[in-house]
T-cell receptor, first 111, second 115 residues
Framework: QKEVEQDPGPLSVPEGAIVSLNCTYSNSAFQYFMWYRQYSRKGPELLMYTYSSGNKEDGRFTAQVDKSSKYISLFIRDSQPSDSATYLCAMSAGSQGNLIFGKGTKLSVKP | ETGVTQTPRHLVMGMTNKKSLKCEQHLGHNAMYWYKQSAKKPLELMFVYNFKEQTENNSVPSRFSPECPNSSHLFLHLHTLQPEDSALYLC??????????????FGEGSRLTVL
């Protein structure tokens, strides 16, 4: 079993839709959870950062972590064409190891 | 210039060539990283430098040779590469070497094609 599983998509939604992106993981020691966004021909940029379990909201974006299920999610409300990008989940156990990335999910928001 | 700058953006080389990728960060960070990004695969950490000292070599073949002359510059020297080395090579920096808890700032990448 891979440490981090992420459906690569592609995922296509109409403008205004609610988007749900997910990752599962196997290492119960993971404590730090991140979502990076990568536009075409660009490097990834940090979008959301969560420590341990719970929710974090930033504008139209909400990150959720459920450590009991080893499952993290990123929700995008009122999706826009400018949200079209690849979304990478990443996580780590802190000082015990490096940042582990998922494969990324390619999202396309159609006007 | 701001952020993390990588050159060249695109590179095509033969299997017997020697070339180098360059990365420069203007963020005052102390740690720099090389990652490899291949299609349909997760980002792979290659090397980590913290305060100019290499702290991580993730079992990378010796045909990839990193160099970090100071905290702002990072190079990846390439020689006798294989076609399977074709990928996007991303440089990143962070305030310190604890990338596992901190924010990574990535460059736009160098797209390498090995013929």
């Amino acid at each position: 079993q891979k440490e981090v599983e992420q459906d690569p998509g592609p995922l296509s939604v109409p403008e205004g839709a609610i988007v749900s992106l997910n990752c599962t993981y196997s290492n119960s020691a993971f404590q730090y959870f991140m979502w990076y966004r990568q536009y075409s021909r660009k490097g990834p940029e940090l979008l959301m950062y969560t420590y341990s379990s719970g929710n974090k909201e930033d504008g139209r974006f909400t990150a959720q972590v459920d450590k009991s299920s080893k499952y993290i999610s990123l929700f995008i409300r009122d999706s826009q064409p400018s949200d079209s990008a690849t979304y990478l989940c990443a996580m780590s156990a802190g000082s015990q190891g490096n940042l582990i990335f998922g494969k990324g999910t390619k999202l396309s928001v159609k006007p | 210039e701001t952020g993390v700058t990588q050159t060249p953006r695109h590179l095509v080389m033969g299997m017997t060539n020697k070339k180098s990728l360059k990365c420069e960060q203007h963020l005052g960070h102390n740690a720099m990283y090389w990652y490899k990004q291949s299609a349909k695969k997760p980002l792979e950490l290659m090397f980590v430098y913290n305060f100019k000292e290499q702290t991580e070599n993730n079992s990378v073949p010796s045909r990839f040779s990193p160099e970090c002359p100071n905290s702002s510059h990072l190079f990846l020297h390439l020689h006798t590469l294989q076609p399977e080395d074709s990928a996007l090579y991303l440089c990143a920096s962070s305030r310190d070497g604890t990338s596992n808890t901190g924010e990574l700032f990535f460059g736009e990448g160098s797209r390498l094609t090995v013929l």
